[in-house]
């Protein structure tokens, strides 16, 4: 199968490795070239703009920042749907509003192309390993014409129902969890820190106890590392708890604990952090206590627990 992934990033580029190893032509376009330049030395083909991907090509993947990026790449005057074969299939894994992917789904129908809502969870590895947990809304001939694609990114396939709208629906509720557990993980280590307790022996009795989150155990790591790198940086959750917030005055519903999460990631955000690990939204807890974080002058020396 020929398919196209737009969006090299910490997953999308791991996803799109993840197809080559089982097979598939792809094609990867990403704007950064740090990011092509990756994709090519794992065997993969690389492109600055979708409208360069190459004429005929079955299926794309696309993990872009927001809807706007996937719009852009998919129907914008450089997107690539001039270059996709007749009934095409989009497997569109960007987190967005219900109503961003029920509108490109129709345009998906205008241009004769099949679409797939499918956001992904997992991480950066699980993209790399092709274990992601799909959850994904569409026609039956989607899921059909996208098995190659999800076979190589998925571990586990969700199917939500026919409707575009849903799988966005749910990766939303997923991100109000996933928000609220990060900042979650650091007030808690914020607080043991400022405390007084050894951040690593924290780190050790939570992850062995009941109050554990698959968030603390592997965004806490991050902290005691000392490693800000970005695999999900603090502005995505600016981005996707904004989505919360607006599905739930749509729906309505309330979420307050989503909604002081968010501004957790906005305070970090806008303190200059927003490009940096998720995990480092305890930055902002930071600014307001004053402790040193393990590798920093007067922290814990940096190291990642055994």
Sequence with gaps: MKVGAIGLGSMGGGAARAMLARGLAVTGCDPAEAARRAFEAAGGRAVARAAELPAGTEGVLVLTFNAAQARAALFGPEGCAPRLAAGAVLVVSTTMAPADAR??????????????????????????????????????????AAEPILSAVA???????????????????????????????????????????????????????????????????????????????????????????????????????????????????????????????????????????PGEPGGAEARRPS
Aim: aromatic content about 6%; overall charge negative; cysteine-free.
């Design 103 to 144: 509108a490109l789904a129709a345009e998906a129908a205008r241009h004769g192309l099949l679409y797939l809502d499918a956001p992904v969870s997992g991480g950066a590895a699980a993209a790399a390993a092709g274990s992601m947990t799909v959850m994904a809304s569409g026609a039956p001939e989607a899921f059909a």
């Design 155 to 293: 571990g586990r396939v969700w199917r939500l129902g026919d409707a575009p709208g849903l799988g966005a629906t749910m990766k939303v509720v997923h991100q109000l969890l996933a928000g609220v557990h990060i900042a979650a993980a650091a007030e808690a280590m914020a607080l043991g820190i400022k405390a007084g307790l050894d951040p690593h022996l924290l780190y050790g009795v939570v992850t062995g106890a009941a109050g554990n989150s698959w968030m603390f155990q592997n965004r806490m790591a991050h902290v005691l590392a000392g490693d800000d790198t970005p695999l999900s940086a603090v502005d995505v959750f600016v981005k996707d708890l904004a989505l919360v917030e607006a599905l739930a005055r749509e729906a309505p519903s309330p979420v307050p604990l989503a909604a002081q999460a968010l501004q957790w990631f906005v305070a970090a955000s806008a303190a200059g952090h927003g490009g940096r690990d998720d995990a480092f939204v305890i930055r902002a807890f930071q600014a307001l206590t004053g402790i040193a974080l």
